[in-house]
């Protein structure tokens, strides 16, 4: 294997490294701020939110706030499921969901 690819694939392992330990060990935004963000961007209210309101767009802003805690943020399942009130494994859905509707509704910019 050429030098130049095996040293491709070593700045890759690395940025990848090194974004697993910021998710993990750096300081994470509070799950509060995340949902005035989410609020912000999408006109609602962050304690509807975190409400079991079940009208689309709150539940659709709940998803979109599971994806950006767990998978941007770096906050576990359970964190989020404890704030939320809602089981892991709904929190596993959501981010899935929030994954797929992410689209340009939210950034932490």
Do not use: D
């Not at 070593?10 to 799950?31: D, G, M």
């Not at 961007?41 to 079940?54: H, Q, V, Y």
């Not at 981010?95 to 992410?102: M, W």
């Amino acid at each position: 294997m050429p030098l130049f690819f095996y040293l491709t694939g070593v700045n890759e392992t690395l940025k990848q490294s090194e974004t697993l330990f910021e998710k993990k060990y750096l300081a994470k935004r509070p799950i509060e701020e995340l949902v005035e963000i989410v609020a912000g961007k999408l006109g609602l209210k962050p304690e509807l939110i975190c409400s079991g309101n079940r009208q689309r767009q709150y539940s659709e802003a709940r998803s979109v706030l599971a994806w950006l805690a767990v998978e941007e943020v770096g906050h576990t399942a359970a964190e989020v499921a404890r704030f939320l009130g809602i089981s892991r494994m709904g929190v596993q859905k959501a981010v899935i969901r929030g994954s797929e509707l992410k689209g340009n509704q939210v950034s932490l910019g």
